[in-house]
């Protein structure tokens, strides 16, 4: 049987508060990653830039 959630989508009782815990841990991991994964190409860009630099002198 489908129940009406709050978010005015149907879902599946059997669709358990242990599931929808993991996939919140799961949605905040992959959004720190990013923030991670954002930071480390910049800090790519940046010593490859410095890099540069440093080989014209």
Do not use: G, T
């Not at 815990?21 to 830039?49: C, D, R, S, V, Y």
């Amino acid at each position: 049987m489908k129940k009406y959630s709050s978010e005015n989508k149907y879902v599946d009782e059997e669709f358990n508060l242990e599931q929808a815990k993991i996939i919140k841990e799961l949605k905040e991991e992959m959004a720190e990653l990013k923030k991670e994964n954002e930071f480390l190409k910049k800090a790519a860009a940046f010593f490859a830039k410095e890099k540069k630099l440093i080989n014209r002198i």
